[in-house]
């Protein structure tokens, strides 16, 4: 009886082992992005002149080009739910130089977006790592606008706002480091060019800048960054 309970003593049984904790998208997180842009641009004039034949006319090219910034955010996860708040700033190679038909080819237009900016509220649902997400909110950047020919030309520098709407996918690789890729569409508005917010310089290009400029694009980017 002694032996079959010393026996019993030493019966071996395994410890419980703890199920995998799900990963939480709650927290601060900031990172790069980098890819590609493309757009229109339109310019709609309110008077007959030397860049157009009559008030009215609307002319318009086509602009792309890279684009590379940062992001920083915060998320806060409900269940399946992924609720947050999001800012980008991006450096944009965005713009077109050149002739625009029908106009005449001697007159070079040039529309180029230097940099832009996003503040968006997200929503996302949680695949334990993976998450897909939809935002909009504000939009704002600064946009360049040239034209010239062999003796006149028009310049205009200025930061306009908008607004952008965009949707994405995020996978965390580890428990901080995330991958991910964004689609964003970004208007940002029409602005009016004119003889008082205007350089101009030379024959009488000053006379002909009653136009405005209504800038549009999206952008593809790849995400990398880190959550705290």
């Known amino acids: 009886m002694a032996s079959s ?44 002149g030397h860049y157009n034949d009559n008030a009215g006319d609307v002319l318009g090219h086509s602009i792309d080009g890279g684009v590379f910034g940062g992001q920083i955010g915060y998320n806060y996860q409900i269940n399946n739910v992924v609720l947050g708040i999001a800012a980008s700033l991006s450096w944009s190679d965005i713009g077109k130089s050149g002739f625009v038909s029908p106009y005449d080819e001697d007159d ?34 600064r946009v360049s606008n040239y034209v010239h020919d062999d003796s006149d030309f028009v310049e205009a ?11 994405g996918a995020e996978y965390a690789v580890t428990d901080h480091v995330l991958l991910g890729i964004e689609y964003n569409y970004v208007d940002l508005g029409s602005y009016n060019i004119n003889q008082d917010n205007t350089n101009f310089g030379g024959g009488n290009a000053g006379g002909f800048t009653n136009h405005d400029v209504d800038t549009k694009f999206s952008t593809v980017t790849a995400t990398i960054g880190y959550k705290f």
Do not use: C, M
């Open 157 to 167: 520098k200025n930061t306009r706002t908008g607004w952008t709407v965009g949707a």
């Open 5 to 48: 309970a010393f026996a019993a003593d030493l019966t071996y049984e395994p410890a419980p082992v703890a199920a995998p904790q799900a990963f939480s998208w709650t927290g601060f997180y900031a990172g790069v992005h980098g890819g590609y842009g493309w757009g229109d641009v339109d310019y709609s004039f309110h008077d007959d």
């Open 108 to 141: 070079i237009w040039e529309t180029k977006v230097d940099w832009f900016g996003t503040v968006t509220p997200r929503i996302g649902y949680a695949f334990d790592r993976a998450q897909i997400f939809a935002k909009g909110g504000l939009a704002f950047g």
